[in-house]
């Protein structure tokens, strides 16, 4: 049989037939794939879905990431970026191309994971989040310091360890995990969990917060350097150290921290001072407070010494103000004596005037001005009484209308209790409770009944 024939037998397929079959093919060969190259052509479609093209030197890739997984993904695509993408090899009919349906991307090597820190980095600090006047100051001694790290490393036990030589404190474990895709997430919501405590709450706030992780790669710091726990530390209204890797690793969250550590062990050692020391310094300090005072007080003691020295005695402060007493005592007994015999004098000139029958004289005229002045007074005296007579009863008068024996006499009683306390309403009566009557001309016991009933007006029970 000829080439010619042998084409002429072969099967004839339609275009979707044909590329269905190499859409099958395809899938068979690559069902699951890693491909490294770097992303161009990002577009981002309304629905959510990423299109992009992944390209080395020599070929060009289409890559598709349905908005499901583009949602999920911890690295976001940007231009330029090297990623290794994970997924699904197939083809699009539509034009006939084949392309590569992403379900996992990472960044491509060391250089590339720094590029995205570095972007990241700025990015933040542009919005101020590394600022120094966001910086909080270290409590000096902390009552409760809260430790953001994973329950079974070793992290833990060196800070727990560290600061009970130093200076033993209450503290409180969150666990978290520490590296993985679920431990960015686990972190920030271990910062924010810390701060959303109460001071008086079951579970004391903490007055520090130490994120901690012990050294590794790049990749396995990457949790640190995740947009969010780098916001949630920048945001914690309580101190926080970072202690992240060794001296030699830097993530982004010790640039949002109060404080960086270069080791958990570092960080144990800046949350608290050494107790001996501070005993040691508290010590030291009564000591040189003793010696200062003592040294103080001599001083003041010499000097004290010196200025008495200078002053005169007390004898001589108050000689000459006794000399001066005496002078005047001296000066007070001799007027006295001048003082009475003067008025003994001018008693014996009034003597010899008022002689008996001048006496008698003048007691006669005495007692006549007595007696008009003693009727001028009667008479003064009785109108004022009057006027005062007059006052009273009108003030009678009115203080009478204004008395509740007024009320009494126009048909109105004053109802009292068994203690004696007047009952103004019907509201305050309990029922069998004995009753005074009080009317204008005596009064009568009562008692409530059961039920109110109407009576008639007057009726007394």
């Known amino acids: ?200 709450g079951p579970v004391p706030r903490p007055d520090l917060v130490i994120v901690a992780r012990g050294g590794g790669s790049v990749e396995d710091l990457m949790a640190f350097n995740d947009e969010s726990v780098v916001r949630a530390a920048a945001a914690s209204h309580i101190p926080l150290i970072s202690a992240v890797g060794h001296e030699t690793d830097t993530t982004l969250i010790d640039y949002a921290a109060d404080r960086r550590a270069p080791t958990p062990t570092a960080a144990a050692e800046i949350a608290v001072p050494v107790r001996a020391d501070l005993i040691g310094q508290v010590l030291d300090l009564d000591r040189r407070s003793q010696r200062g005072f003592a040294r103080a007080m001599g001083e003041r003691r010499t000097r004290l010494h010196g200025l008495l020295r200078a002053l005169p005695r007390a004898s001589q402060l108050f000689a000459e103000a006794q000399q001066r007493l005496d002078v005047a005592c001296t000066g007070l007994s001799n007027a006295l004596q001048r003082n009475l015999a003067l008025h003994r004098q001018e008693f014996a000139q009034i003597a010899a005037v008022l002689r008996p029958q001048s006496v008698k004289h003048r007691l006669d005229a005495g007692r006549e001005r ?41 048909g109105f009683a004053l109802v009292r209790g068994s203690n004696g306390q007047l009952r103004r309403s019907a509201a305050e009566l309990e029922p069998g409770e004995p009753l005074k009557l009080i009317f204008v001309d005596g009064s009568r016991q009562a008692v409530v009944a059961d039920a109110p009933k109407k009576v008639p007006p007057g009726t007394i029970r």
Not at 33 to 60: C, M
Not at 80 to 87: D, K, P, R
Not at 99 to 121: D, F, K
Not at 372 to 386: A, D, F, H, M, S
Request: a positive charge; hydrophobic letters at 50%.
């Open 1 to 200: 049989m000829s080439e010619a024939s042998s084409r002429l037998n072969l099967a004839e397929f339609t275009v979707s037939e044909l590329s269905a079959a190499l859409k099958r093919a395809v899938e068979d060969v690559f069902a699951f794939v890693r491909v490294r190259g770097e992303i161009s052509g990002l577009k981002i479609a309304a629905s959510g879905h990423v299109y992009f093209d992944l390209k080395d030197e020599k070929a060009v890739l289409n890559a598709v990431i349905w908005r499901p997984t583009a949602r999920a993904l911890r690295v976001q695509p940007a231009a330029g970026m090297e990623v290794i993408c994970t997924g699904r090899l197939t083809t699009y009919a539509g034009s006939s191309r084949y392309q590569i349906i992403v379900e996992q991307l990472e960044l491509a090597g060391a250089g590339a994971l720094m590029a995205l820190i570095e972007q990241r980095r700025q990015k933040l600090a542009a919005e101020g989040l590394f600022d120094s006047a966001r910086k909080k100051p270290l409590p000096f001694l902390p009552e409760v310091i809260g430790v953001v790290t994973s329950p079974s490393g070793a992290v833990i036990r060196d800070i727990l360890h560290r600061l009970a030589e130093r200076f033993p404190r209450r503290v409180l474990l969150w666990p978290v995990a520490v590296q993985g895709d679920k431990a960015a997430g686990e972190i920030a919501a271990a910062i924010a969990g810390f701060n959303a405590l109460e001071c008086d």
């Open 370 to 410: 007595g007696a008009v002045l003693t009727q001028r007074l009667e008479r003064i005296l009785r109108t004022q009484l009057g006027e005062l007579a007059r006052t009273v009863e009108g003030l009678a008068r009115v203080l009478d209308s204004a008395s509740y024996r007024a009320a009494l006499a126009r």
